[in-house]
């Protein structure tokens, strides 16, 4: 029987399988690419990744996680081994706060001040489970313009994520 924790953590897990593609994929762009203002709200592919980021940063050390701060801005010349290092540290602090966590530990109200000094209260389950739409909504933004390049990085489907991680049935990607 699945559990909230179980399920938390496949959703994070999910979370970390996808954003490796969209990484992998923003490799083929060029420096200028990377920092171009594109889409609906002006965004370059940078800025993003790097939104996805330090977002998920914050969330963490919200939630009591020894997470570093990343250290680099959107502004910085666009270099997208810097924000791939960065995502692998983060990743794999991401995933050793996931296993300290008890199925107790979901429920727990967590306390923090966001950035207009207002005070929010929200279980852990809660903010773990809005870090990962949270990345579900910024990793489309980026997928369509690495698309707009000409580099799409694939499906996200959580089936897909699936079977390529049990090494069951694949399913086609042009069919899902």
Request: proline share 3%; net charge negative.
């Amino acid at each position: 029987m699945s559990t909230k924790l179980s399920m938390i953590q496949t959703f994070c897990q999910y979370t970390s399988w996808a954003n490796e593609r969209l990484f992998e994929t923003a490799t083929h762009l060029s420096p200028e690419q990377l920092g171009a203002a594109q889409g609906e709200m002006g965004e370059s592919v940078y800025a993003l990744l790097t939104h996805l980021l330090v977002v998920q940063v914050n969330w963490l050390q919200r939630l009591g996680a020894e997470i570093q701060a990343i250290s680099f801005t959107p502004s910085q010349e666009p270099d997208i081994s810097i924000l791939i290092k960065g995502w692998h540290e983060l990743d794999r602090a991401t995933q050793s706060y996931l296993a300290t966590l008890a199925e107790s530990d979901l429920d727990a109200p967590k306390r923090y001040v966001n950035d207009r000094g207002e005070v929010n209260v929200y279980a852990r389950w809660q903010i773990l489970f809005h870090l990962v739409n949270h990345a579900a909504q910024h990793r489309s933004e980026v997928a369509l313009l690495l698309t707009r390049y000409g580099f799409s990085p694939g499906w996200f489907d959580f089936p897909y994520y699936l079977d390529e991680r049990d090494g069951t049935t694949i399913h086609d990607e042009t069919n899902s």
